[in-house]
């Protein structure tokens, strides 16, 4: 697998014990040697999901400035296809974190996004292609 792309659950789930993905998360984002990525609104969601979590909040900036976790996507450099990915599954109805998710799948051909999100099984990339996706219930590893 070359590079993962990170969606909220698998970030929330490995800093949060009580989660119940968290085992799953643990096992395949501790032992991943490539490189993650993510976008800033699955950045927002997590660090708000984790609020109580404070030493969990800090892991994640921790991890994000030492380049763990890469934070490289430009929302306003791809506002107009995260914008018609919006449109295109209005009636998911799809987050902004995961038309961004879906973008960057899009961008980088060799990815996987990491996910725990059913609704990824609903978008395409490029309108057709199923997303190589990384879940509980995938056997993809």
């Given at each position: 697998m070359?590079?993962?792309i990170?969606?909220?659950?698998?970030?929330?789930?490995?800093?949060?014990?009580?989660?119940?993905?968290?085992?799953?998360?643990?096992?395949?984002?501790?032992?991943?040697n490539?490189?993650?990525?993510?976008?800033?609104?699955?950045?927002?969601?997590?660090?708000?999901?984790?609020?109580?979590?404070?030493?969990?909040?800090?892991?994640?900036?921790?991890?994000?400035?030492?380049?763990?976790l890469?934070?490289?996507?430009?929302?306003?450099?791809?506002?107009?296809?995260?914008?018609?990915?919006?449109?295109?599954?209005?009636?998911?109805?799809?987050?902004?974190?995961d038309?961004?998710?879906?973008?960057?799948?899009?961008?980088?051909?060799?990815?996987?996004?990491?996910?725990?999100?059913?609704?990824?099984?609903?978008?395409?990339?490029?309108?057709?292609?199923?997303?190589?996706?990384?879940t509980?219930?995938?056997?993809?590893?």
């Open positions: 070359g590079s993962l990170l969606d909220t659950g698998p970030l929330v789930a490995l800093l949060d014990a009580g989660d119940h993905h968290h085992a799953w998360a643990a096992e395949k984002l501790s032992g991943f490539g490189e993650i990525h993510l976008c800033e609104a699955v950045l927002t969601e997590a660090l708000f999901l984790l609020r109580k979590l404070r030493p969990a909040q800090e892991k994640i900036l921790e991890w994000v400035e030492r380049r763990e890469i934070c490289d996507f430009v929302l306003p450099a791809e506002v107009h296809a995260v914008r018609a990915l919006w449109h295109r599954y209005a009636n998911v109805p799809m987050s902004l974190a038309a961004c998710v879906v973008r960057m799948a899009e961008m980088r051909r060799h990815s996987v996004i990491c996910t725990v999100d059913s609704d990824f099984i609903i978008y395409r990339k490029d309108g057709r292609h199923p997303l190589p996706l990384l509980p219930q995938s056997t993809h590893s």
